[in-house]
C-alpha cells in the first residue's frame, strides 16, 4: 500500500513579488511534482491580490511575506493536516513570517535556497535573487527556536539534487507520521528464556504517542477456530495459500489451520487498526493449533500487516519504520543475525525461520512451503504435523538496509547499517540471504556494545539519508555503520 504524505510549501519573498521569484515558486512546484509520495499543500494567489483566506489558502500572491500572512497560510496547513514543512526563500525572503508557519505548527523543516542568476545589466548594479544571504536569516531563525530542521542545499529548482533531497525528507516524514500515536499488536507472551524481546510500555508513549493493543495467544486461537472448514472464506484462503508457492509438503490440515489463523489476526489487526504487530509463535500456539506460524506472518507482512516473530514489539516498530520510509513500496523482513559465512568474513546470514512474504523471494519458482522436520521436501507429508508452516527460500539480491530501535533508560537509538544481498546456489532452511557489509567486524562489535539484540527488520533499497533525518528530528540517536 503506498503511502502519501502533505508536504505544506512555504515561497517566501520579501518588501517585492518579481518576476524571479513567481519563476522560483513554479520552478519548486514543478520538481515536487517528481516527487514520490509527496502531495504539496501551498497558498494560493488570492484573485483581488489583497485577501488573506485561511480557509481557502490565500495570500496575495500565493506565498509569505508578512506575520499576518504566515498565521493564516499556518491555519490553512492545520486544516489540511500537513505533515512537514519545506522553507524557501525566493530572493532574500522573509524570515520572520517563514519561521513563524514552523513555529505554529510543529512538524518536521526542510529548508533549501535557490542560486543566483546572472545579474541585471542596469544603473544600480543590482542583484536578482540574494537567496544565499537570507537564507542564513531563516536558518538562524529555526535555530534560535530550537525548530530542528534539514538544510538541503543551494539550487535552482530544476536540478536533480533538490529532487533527491525532498525524496529523502519526505520518506523521514513519512515515517515520523507513522510513528506517531501508532497502535502496536502484542499477541501472546513473549518466549520464556527472550528477556531480549522485553520492552518499556511507557517509554512507547512518551516517546511516540503509541499504545499497544493486547490480546491473550487463545483468544486469538479461539477466533480462529470457530471457523468452520467449509467456510468460504477460509477455503478461498486455502487455495490462496497453496497458489502462493510453487511447492507444498505440507497436508491439507495445515493449509485450514492456518487460513482460519490468518483470517482471524487480520480481524485483529482491523478491528484494532493495527501499525505492527508482535505475536507469540512458539510453543504455545502449536499445541493450541497444530501448526508453525512462520508463513502466516510472511503472509501478513506481504499484506502490509506487519507481523514480527517471537512478540518483538520493538522489532515490530523497527519494521513499520522500514515500510514508512520505502512509502509502502516493499515491504520488510523480520530477520535474525545469525551466523558468519565460515569463507566470507564480511558475509553474514540475514535469516529467520521461514516467515519472509514470497514477493521477497529471488526466485518465484523455488518458494516452497515446508515442514520444519523436512526442510528438502523429501519425506512423506504427515498429517496433523505441528512443524508445518515455514516459507522456505532464498531472498532477491539488491541492496538492503537494516534497522533496529533500542531502548535505555528512557533514551531510544537507532542502528542503520547496509549491505548487498549475494546470491547462491545453496539451499538453506527457513527464508535466508547472505548479505554482504563493509565492515562485519565493526558492525557486530557494534551491535554487541551499542545493546542491540538478535532481531532486525531488512528491507531492500538505502534508506540511510532518510533514516538519519528521522533521527535528527524526533531525537533519536542515530548509530550509523
Not at 532574500?92 to 512538524?107: H, M, Y
Not at 542583484?127 to 525548530?147: E, F, H, P, Q, T
Not at 501478513?300 to 516473530?309: I, N, R, S
Request: hydrophobic share 40%.
Amino acid at each position: 500500500m503506498p503511502f502519501t504524505v502533505k508536504i505544506g510549501f512555504v515561497p517566501s519573498f520579501r518588501f517585492r513579488f518579481t518576476p524571479w521569484c513567481q519563476k522560483m515558486r513554479d520552478d519548486s512546484l514543478a520538481a515536487f511534482a517528481h516527487v514520490k509520495g509527496m502531495e504539496v499543500v501551498v497558498p494560493q494567489p488570492s484573485p483581488d491580490g489583497k485577501t488573506l483566506d485561511a480557509e481557502k489558502g490565500l495570500t496575495p500572491h500565493g506565498t509569505v511575506s508578512t506575520l499576518d500572512e504566515a498565521e493564516v497560510v499556518a491555519e490553512y496547513f492545520r486544516r489540511q493536516h500537513v505533515a512537514g514543512l519545506i522553507l524557501c526563500p525566493l530572493d532574500f525572503g522573509d524570515e520572520r513570517s517563514a519561521v513563524k508557519v514552523a513555529e505554529l505548527l510543529g512538524v518536521p523543516v526542510l529548508l533549501y535556497a535557490t542560486k543566483e542568476p546572472p545579474a541585471p545589466d542596469d544603473a544600480g548594479l543590482s542583484r536578482v535573487s540574494d537567496s544565499y544571504c537570507g537564507n542564513l536569516s531563516m536558518a538562524s531563525g529555526l535555530y534560535r527556536r530550537k525548530i530542528a530542521f534539514r538544510y538541503a542545499g543551494l539550487f535552482f529548482p530544476d536540478e536533480p539534487e533538490l529532487q533527491d533531497e525532498v525524496q529523502d525528507f519526505v520518506r523521514a516524514v513519512s515515517v515520523i507520521k507513522g510513528l506517531k500515536n501508532a497502535r502496536l499488536g502484542h499477541v501472546g507472551v513473549r518466549p520464556p528464556t527472550f528477556e531480549t524481546v522485553g520492552y518499556d510500555e511507557t517509554a512507547l508513549i512518551r516517546k511516540f504517542g503509541q499504545n499497544v493493543i493486547y490480546s491473550n495467544l487463545v483468544d486469538i486461537t479461539d477466533a480462529a477456530q470457530r471457523y468452520t472448514d467449509d467456510d468460504a472464506r477460509v477455503q478461498a484462503l486455502v487455495a490462496e495459500i497453496r497458489g502462493g508457492v510453487a511447492a507444498v509438503t505440507v497436508a491439507d490440515d495445515y493449509l485450514v489451520n492456518a487460513a482460519k489463523l490468518e483470517l482471524a489476526l487480520r480481524e485483529f489487526w482491523q478491528r484494532s487498526r493495527l501499525s505492527a504487530l508482535a505475536m507469540q509463535c512458539w510453543p504455545s500456539v502449536q499445541r493450541l493449533m497444530g501448526i508453525s506460524v512462520c508463513a502466516v506472518y510472511g503472509r501478513l507482512t506481504g499484506q502490509g500487516m506487519l507481523t514480527a516473530c517471537e512478540t518483538d514489539v520493538l522489532g515490530a516498530l523497527a519494521m513499520l519504520v522500514q515500510y514508512r520510509v520505502a512509502l509502502g513500496e516493499t515491504v520488510p523482513h523480520f530477520i535474525d543475525w545469525t551466523i558468519r559465512h565460515r569463507e566470507n568474513p564480511n558475509w553474514l546470514l540475514a535469516w529467520h525461520c521461514g516467515n519472509a512474504p514470497t514477493c521477497l523471494a529471488a526466485d518465484p519458482q523455488q518458494t516452497a512451503l515446508r515442514s520444519r522436520r523436512d526442510m528438502k521436501g523429501t519425506l512423506p507429508v504427515q498429517g496433523g504435523d505441528p512443524m508445518a508452516g515455514l516459507h522456505q527460500f532464498q531472498i532477491k539480491p539488491g541492496v538492503v538496509t537494516f534497522c533496529r530501535l533500542a531502548e535505555y533508560d528512557d533514551q531510544w537509538k537507532m542502528l542503520i547499517t547496509t549491505g548487498t544481498i549475494v546470491p547462491t546456489a545453496e539451499t538453506l532452511a527457513g527464508t535466508w540471504g547472505w548479505v554482504e557489509v563493509a565492515d562485519h567486524d565493526k558492525l557486530y562489535r557494534t551491535l554487541v556494545e551499542e545493546g542491540f539484540v538478535h532481531h532486525a527488520s531488512m528491507i531492500h533499497g538505502d534508506y540511510t539519508k532518510a533514516l538519519l533525518e528521522v533521527c535528527k528530528f524526533m531525537d533519536i540517536e542515530a548509530v550509523l555503520v
